[in-house]
């Protein structure tokens, strides 16, 4: 049976591209003073790893920071560290409002998740 329907191109032409390359390098301009100020001077929330990360952030960056994010404060990190990646300098204040809640209330929660998906793996939703 043939289908009408014509095949999806890929978004690149040829062989995959180089994963490093193309996903791991995906990146975002942010001005990390902008992003200081937003945390409202509680500068806990800030990954020190950003700072020599000049003015973009990219993926891979992202990851190593989210290392060790079965600790609340790496936790916390990694949520910052995300959202500069995923909204370089936009809307910051809105993509802050969650830091709100208290560094060590979002971190704990955050580390907490982690730990629970490492312990129980990601198809946790499944097990009853």
């Given at each position: 049976m043939t289908s009408s329907r014509?095949?999806?191109?890929?978004?690149?032409?040829?062989?995959p591209p180089n994963r490093a390359i193309w996903v791991e390098e995906q990146s975002a301009a942010f001005t990390a003073t902008w992003w200081r100020a937003a945390l409202s001077a509680d500068l806990r929330w800030w990954p020190g790893e950003l700072d020599?990360?000049?003015s973009t952030i990219?993926?891979?960056?992202?990851?190593?920071?989210?290392?060790?994010?079965a600790e609340p404060a790496e936790a916390a990190h990694t949520l910052i560290a995300a959202t500069?990646?995923?909204?370089?300098?936009?809307?910051?204040?809105l993509r802050t409002k969650a830091c709100s809640l208290g560094f060590e209330v979002v971190g704990g929660h955050l580390a907490a998740a982690?730990?629970?998906l490492n312990d129980k793996g990601p198809?946790?939703?499944t097990q009853r």
């Open positions: 014509a095949a999806h191109p890929m978004p690149f032409s040829g062989p020599d990360a000049g990219n993926r891979r960056r992202a990851h190593l920071i989210g290392r060790g994010a500069v990646w995923g909204s370089g300098n936009r809307q910051i204040r982690v730990r629970m198809w946790l939703h």
